[in-house]
C-alpha cells in the first residue's frame, strides 16, 4: 500500500478566510481574480460546522460592478445564506470585508459595494470598523410589506412578540419591544412572525428592552431561521424603531446583543453608521469541488 503524507493527502483547493464580528462568523472566498459559484449543496455543507467550515453565511468578494466603480467602490461582496439564498445585508459581515480590504490595501478607509448599495468603511480601532450602512426606510414598497399594511401599526402578535415596526436597511425587519428581554424565547415566538403572510420576503425578527434613552438591548432571529448572536443590520434598525415610535431621541445609541455590543449613530437623513468590533479566526482552502 502506497503511504501518503498528510500534505499529499489534503490538496490545496480555493483559499478561504475565516472572521467573525461579534460571533457572527463568516466563510471569506475571494474571487476577483477567479470567479466562484457554489452550488447551494456546496454552500449548505461548507457553512455546517459538521460537514465544513462553518459559517453563518458565506462570503464572496468580487470586482464591483461599474455603478459600484463609478461611485467609489473597491469590491463587491455577495452574501450567502446558510440555505443558499443571497442576502441583501449584514453589518457584521461589512465589518469583516472592510476590514480585510483595509488590510489589502493599506487605507484606512475605503467604499465596496454590497446588492443595497455602496458601502462607506474606516478603521476606528486596531480592530474596529466604522461603516455606512445607508438609509432606513419604513415605506411598505421598500421593505417590503403586504399592500396596504401600515409599518408603524403592524397588527401582529406571537406570544410577548406584539405590534412589531417594520424597516428595510437592505434587508426586512421587524422589531418589537418587551419589556424584559430575557423573559423572550425569540426559538418559540420568532418563527411564527417571521413568515407572516404581510411580510412577502420574510422578515429578520428583533425583540428590543430599552435600558436608557441612550443604550438598549437586541436579541434577532434571523432570516432563514437562526437565532444569531449579533444582527449589525437589526442593531441599526432597533435604534430607528425605538426614535419612530418615540422611546429616545438621542442619535447615538449602544446595543447590546449576546456577542458584544455596537455603537449606532442615526443621521439626519435617517441613516446610519455602525462601529464595531472584528476579529481574524484562521483561513485554509475550501475543498476542490469549489
Not at 498528510?6 to 471569506?28: D, Y
Not at 478607509?109 to 450602512?133: D, N, P, Q, W, Y
Not at 425569540?186 to 425583540?207: I, R, S, T, Y
Not at 428590543?208 to 443590520?233: D, F, K, N, W
Amino acid at each position: 500500500m502506497k503511504t501518503q503524507s498528510w500534505q499529499e493527502m489534503c490538496p490545496q483547493g480555493r483559499p478561504f478566510i475565516k472572521m467573525q464580528g461579534l460571533h457572527n462568523h463568516f466563510v471569506i472566498v475571494d474571487a476577483r481574480a477567479i470567479p466562484y459559484h457554489p452550488t447551494v449543496a456546496q454552500t449548505v455543507q461548507i457553512c455546517d460546522v459538521k460537514t465544513g467550515v462553518g459559517g453563518d453565511q458565506l462570503l464572496v468578494i468580487e470586482q464591483p460592478t461599474e455603478q459600484g466603480k463609478a461611485a467609489g467602490a473597491v469590491a463587491f461582496m455577495r452574501i450567502i445564506n446558510v440555505d443558499g439564498a443571497d442576502a441583501e445585508a449584514c453589518g457584521n459581515a461589512s465589518r469583516c470585508i472592510a476590514w480585510l480590504l483595509m488590510e489589502e490595501t493599506g487605507s484606512d478607509a475605503l467604499s465596496f459595494e454590497t446588492v443595497a448599495g455602496v458601502l462607506a468603511c474606516k478603521r476606528t480601532g486596531e480592530l474596529e470598523v466604522s461603516v455606512e450602512m445607508g438609509l432606513i426606510s419604513m415605506k411598505g414598497a421598500d421593505i417590503p410589506l403586504a399592500a396596504g399594511a401600515d409599518a408603524m401599526n403592524l397588527m401582529l402578535e406571537s406570544g410577548p412578540l406584539k405590534n412589531p415596526i417594520a424597516l428595510n436597511i437592505g434587508n426586512p425587519h421587524a422589531i418589537c419591544f418587551v419589556d424584559d428581554l430575557d423573559t423572550v424565547d425569540m426559538l418559540k415566538w420568532a418563527p411564527a412572525m417571521q413568515c407572516d403572510p404581510v411580510f412577502p420576503e420574510k422578515a429578520n425578527v428583533g425583540a428590543v428592552q430599552m435600558l436608557s434613552p441612550e443604550h438598549l438591548r437586541l436579541s434577532v432571529y434571523e432570516r432563514p431561521g437562526i437565532l444569531t448572536t449579533a444582527c449589525g443590520s437589526g442593531a441599526c434598525v432597533s435604534v430607528a424603531a425605538a426614535r419612530a415610535k418615540g422611546l429616545t431621541d438621542a442619535r447615538k445609541v449602544q446595543v447590546d446583543m449576546p456577542a458584544g455590543s455596537v455603537v449606532i449613530e442615526i443621521l439626519e437623513d435617517n441613516s446610519a453608521i455602525m462601529t464595531g468590533p472584528v476579529s481574524w479566526c484562521y483561513q485554509g482552502y475550501l475543498p476542490k469541488f469549489s
